[in-house]
Protein backbone atom coordinates (compact mmCIF):
# COMPACT_ATOMS: atom_id res chain seq x y z
CA UNK A 1 0.00 0.00 0.00
CA UNK A 2 0.99 3.42 -0.21
CA UNK A 3 1.58 5.71 2.60
CA UNK A 4 -0.04 9.25 2.40
CA UNK A 5 2.26 11.70 5.30
CA UNK A 6 1.28 15.16 5.51
CA UNK A 7 3.57 17.83 7.48
CA UNK A 8 2.36 19.59 9.61
CA UNK A 9 -0.46 18.12 11.56
CA UNK A 10 -1.46 21.08 12.84
CA UNK A 11 -0.49 24.81 12.33
CA UNK A 12 -1.60 28.47 14.09
CA UNK A 13 -2.36 31.11 11.43
CA UNK A 14 -3.93 34.20 10.97
CA UNK A 15 -6.13 36.01 8.30
CA UNK A 16 -4.13 37.31 5.81
CA UNK A 17 -1.19 34.81 6.46
CA UNK A 18 0.18 32.39 3.84
CA UNK A 19 -0.04 28.95 4.72
CA UNK A 20 1.47 26.07 3.31
CA UNK A 21 1.00 22.36 3.72
CA UNK A 22 3.31 19.29 2.23
CA UNK A 23 1.86 15.78 1.46
CA UNK A 24 4.44 13.32 0.54
CA UNK A 25 3.96 9.53 -0.92
CA UNK A 26 5.92 6.58 -0.55
CA UNK A 27 6.21 5.70 -4.15
CA UNK A 28 5.48 7.87 -7.48
CA UNK A 29 1.77 8.89 -7.90
CA UNK A 30 2.03 10.72 -10.78
CA UNK A 31 0.26 13.30 -10.48
CA UNK A 32 -3.01 11.46 -9.03
CA UNK A 33 -2.94 13.46 -5.69
CA UNK A 34 -6.57 15.14 -4.49
CA UNK A 35 -6.61 18.05 -1.81
CA UNK A 36 -10.20 18.23 -0.10
CA UNK A 37 -11.13 20.60 2.96
CA UNK A 38 -13.14 19.83 5.80
CA UNK A 39 -14.65 21.55 8.09
CA UNK A 40 -16.23 20.48 11.79
CA UNK A 41 -19.11 18.73 11.83
CA UNK A 42 -19.47 18.80 7.28
CA UNK A 43 -18.67 16.66 5.00
CA UNK A 44 -14.89 17.21 3.27
CA UNK A 45 -14.92 19.20 0.06
CA UNK A 46 -13.05 18.59 -3.04
CA UNK A 47 -10.75 21.57 -3.43
CA UNK A 48 -7.35 20.74 -6.11
CA UNK A 49 -7.39 17.97 -8.46
CA UNK A 50 -4.88 15.89 -10.31
CA UNK A 51 -2.23 17.53 -8.07
CA UNK A 52 -2.95 21.40 -9.78
CA UNK A 53 -6.24 21.75 -10.59
CA UNK A 54 -8.55 23.82 -8.80
CA UNK A 55 -12.00 22.56 -8.59
CA UNK A 56 -15.02 24.35 -10.26
CA UNK A 57 -16.11 27.44 -7.76
CA UNK A 58 -13.27 27.22 -5.31
CA UNK A 59 -11.44 30.37 -4.48
CA UNK A 60 -8.31 31.02 -6.59
CA UNK A 61 -6.61 31.81 -3.03
CA UNK A 62 -6.07 28.19 -3.09
CA UNK A 63 -3.54 26.40 -5.36
CA UNK A 64 -1.82 22.76 -5.57
CA UNK A 65 1.67 21.53 -7.35
CA UNK A 66 3.97 19.09 -7.48
CA UNK A 67 4.23 15.26 -8.80
CA UNK A 68 5.62 12.08 -7.97
CA UNK A 69 6.17 11.60 -5.06
CA UNK A 70 6.27 15.30 -3.38
CA UNK A 71 2.99 17.67 -3.06
CA UNK A 72 2.31 21.31 -1.97
CA UNK A 73 -1.25 23.00 -1.44
CA UNK A 74 -1.15 26.72 -0.50
CA UNK A 75 -3.60 29.30 0.33
CA UNK A 76 -2.19 32.67 -0.33
CA UNK A 77 -4.54 34.89 2.00
CA UNK A 78 -6.36 32.75 4.61
CA UNK A 79 -9.89 33.54 5.20
CA UNK A 80 -11.64 33.21 8.28
CA UNK A 81 -13.70 30.12 6.48
CA UNK A 82 -10.78 28.69 5.80
CA UNK A 83 -9.86 27.29 8.82
CA UNK A 84 -10.66 23.69 8.87
CA UNK A 85 -8.36 20.07 8.35
CA UNK A 86 -7.15 19.69 4.71
CA UNK A 87 -6.39 16.33 3.71
CA UNK A 88 -4.57 15.11 0.55
CA UNK A 89 -5.33 11.61 -0.75
CA UNK A 90 -3.88 9.81 -3.75
CA UNK A 91 -5.47 7.15 -6.18
CA UNK A 92 -2.56 6.07 -8.18
CA UNK A 93 -3.94 2.54 -7.47
CA UNK A 94 -6.21 2.43 -4.44
CA UNK A 95 -7.10 5.41 -2.66
CA UNK A 96 -5.59 6.62 -0.05
CA UNK A 97 -5.88 9.36 2.51
CA UNK A 98 -3.39 11.41 4.30
CA UNK A 99 -3.64 12.16 7.84
CA UNK A 100 -4.86 15.59 7.85
CA UNK A 101 -3.67 19.09 8.71
CA UNK A 102 -5.49 21.25 11.29
CA UNK A 103 -5.11 25.06 10.54
CA UNK A 104 -6.51 27.22 13.29
CA UNK A 105 -6.15 30.54 14.98
CA UNK B 1 -28.47 19.92 -8.47
CA UNK B 2 -26.42 16.95 -7.30
CA UNK B 3 -27.67 14.91 -3.82
CA UNK B 4 -26.47 12.31 -2.30
CA UNK B 5 -28.40 11.28 1.34
CA UNK B 6 -27.04 8.49 3.29
CA UNK B 7 -29.39 6.24 5.75
CA UNK B 8 -28.96 3.52 7.56
CA UNK B 9 -26.98 3.86 10.04
CA UNK B 10 -27.31 3.31 13.91
CA UNK B 11 -26.17 1.06 16.58
CA UNK B 12 -25.69 -2.43 16.37
CA UNK B 13 -23.54 -4.58 18.45
CA UNK B 14 -19.96 -6.07 17.86
CA UNK B 15 -20.60 -8.81 15.02
CA UNK B 16 -23.76 -7.66 14.22
CA UNK B 17 -24.87 -6.57 10.80
CA UNK B 18 -25.91 -3.75 8.90
CA UNK B 19 -27.17 -2.04 4.98
CA UNK B 20 -26.12 1.48 4.63
CA UNK B 21 -28.09 2.71 1.56
CA UNK B 22 -27.02 6.07 -0.34
CA UNK B 23 -30.39 7.97 -2.32
CA UNK B 24 -28.57 9.57 -5.38
CA UNK B 25 -30.11 12.58 -7.11
CA UNK B 26 -29.52 15.70 -9.67
CA UNK B 27 -26.88 13.68 -12.21
CA UNK B 28 -26.98 10.20 -14.11
CA UNK B 29 -26.43 7.48 -11.33
CA UNK B 30 -25.75 4.93 -13.87
CA UNK B 31 -23.21 6.84 -15.41
CA UNK B 32 -21.37 7.07 -12.35
CA UNK B 33 -18.59 5.46 -10.19
CA UNK B 34 -19.41 5.70 -6.58
CA UNK B 35 -17.18 5.11 -3.51
CA UNK B 36 -17.64 5.23 0.09
CA UNK B 37 -15.32 7.01 2.74
CA UNK B 38 -15.67 6.81 6.28
CA UNK B 39 -14.50 8.74 9.46
CA UNK B 40 -14.04 7.21 12.77
CA UNK B 41 -14.78 10.07 15.41
CA UNK B 42 -12.07 12.56 15.64
CA UNK B 43 -10.12 10.48 13.25
CA UNK B 44 -9.35 11.28 9.39
CA UNK B 45 -10.67 10.26 6.56
CA UNK B 46 -10.22 6.45 5.50
CA UNK B 47 -11.98 5.10 1.84
CA UNK B 48 -13.94 1.98 2.47
CA UNK B 49 -14.62 1.15 -1.12
CA UNK B 50 -15.69 1.59 -4.66
CA UNK B 51 -18.15 0.49 -7.47
CA UNK B 52 -17.96 0.92 -11.27
CA UNK B 53 -21.00 1.38 -13.31
CA UNK B 54 -23.13 -1.67 -14.44
CA UNK B 55 -22.03 -0.66 -17.83
CA UNK B 56 -18.43 -1.02 -17.30
CA UNK B 57 -19.08 -4.11 -15.53
CA UNK B 58 -19.35 -3.51 -11.85
CA UNK B 59 -16.24 -3.56 -10.48
CA UNK B 60 -16.02 -3.42 -7.07
CA UNK B 61 -12.73 -2.61 -4.78
CA UNK B 62 -12.18 -2.75 -1.03
CA UNK B 63 -9.83 -1.25 1.08
CA UNK B 64 -8.35 -3.90 3.13
CA UNK B 65 -9.55 -3.50 6.62
CA UNK B 66 -13.33 -3.88 5.56
CA UNK B 67 -12.30 -7.05 2.43
CA UNK B 68 -14.43 -9.69 3.14
CA UNK B 69 -16.83 -8.34 5.60
CA UNK B 70 -18.59 -5.65 3.51
CA UNK B 71 -20.12 -5.29 -0.05
CA UNK B 72 -21.10 -2.75 -2.28
CA UNK B 73 -23.70 -2.97 -4.64
CA UNK B 74 -26.14 -0.41 -6.63
CA UNK B 75 -29.47 -0.48 -8.11
CA UNK B 76 -29.79 1.56 -11.21
CA UNK B 77 -33.29 1.82 -11.40
CA UNK B 78 -33.55 3.12 -7.73
CA UNK B 79 -30.71 5.21 -8.18
CA UNK B 80 -29.45 3.89 -4.97
CA UNK B 81 -25.83 2.56 -3.75
CA UNK B 82 -25.86 0.56 -0.84
CA UNK B 83 -23.02 -0.69 1.51
CA UNK B 84 -23.62 -4.04 3.32
CA UNK B 85 -22.02 -4.82 6.75
CA UNK B 86 -21.34 -7.96 8.41
CA UNK B 87 -18.96 -8.82 11.14
CA UNK B 88 -19.22 -4.97 12.87
CA UNK B 89 -16.27 -4.32 14.46
CA UNK B 90 -15.73 -1.60 17.43
CA UNK B 91 -12.93 -0.07 14.70
CA UNK B 92 -16.22 0.31 12.34
CA UNK B 93 -17.53 2.91 14.21
CA UNK B 94 -17.61 5.91 12.17
CA UNK B 95 -19.77 8.71 10.33
CA UNK B 96 -20.10 6.75 6.53
CA UNK B 97 -20.19 9.09 3.53
CA UNK B 98 -20.80 8.10 0.19
CA UNK B 99 -19.56 9.91 -2.55
CA UNK B 100 -19.39 10.75 -6.95
CA UNK B 101 -16.29 10.40 -8.79
CA UNK B 102 -15.84 13.41 -10.25
CA UNK B 103 -16.62 12.91 -14.39
CA UNK B 104 -17.99 10.05 -13.90
CA UNK B 105 -14.48 8.46 -14.33
CA UNK B 106 -13.36 5.19 -12.07
CA UNK B 107 -10.47 7.66 -10.99
CA UNK B 108 -11.26 8.35 -7.60
CA UNK B 109 -11.52 11.87 -7.18
CA UNK B 110 -14.45 12.44 -4.68
CA UNK B 111 -16.56 15.68 -5.92
CA UNK B 112 -19.69 15.13 -4.33
CA UNK B 113 -20.25 13.70 -0.56
CA UNK B 114 -23.45 13.23 1.26
CA UNK B 115 -24.38 14.50 4.68
CA UNK B 116 -22.76 11.09 6.15
CA UNK B 117 -24.57 8.39 8.21
CA UNK B 118 -23.21 7.49 11.79
CA UNK B 119 -22.56 3.99 12.61
CA UNK B 120 -21.75 2.99 16.48
CA UNK B 121 -20.61 -0.52 16.92
CA UNK B 122 -20.94 -1.28 20.50
CA UNK B 123 -22.71 -3.54 23.64
Known amino acids: DIQMTQSPSSLSASVGDRVTITCQAS??????LNWYQQRPGKAPKLLIYDASNLETGVPSRFSGSGSGTHFTFTISSLQPEDFATYYC????????FGPGTKVDI | EVQLVESGGGLVRPGGSLRLSCAASGFIFSDASMSWVRQAPGKGLEWVGRIKTTTDGGTIDYAAPVQGRFTISRDDSKNTLYLQMKSLRSEDTAVYYC??????????????WGQGTLVTVSS
Open chain 1, 27 to 32: QDIRNY
Open chain 1, 89 to 96: QEYDSLPF
Open chain 2, 99 to 112: TTHRGYSWGSVFDY
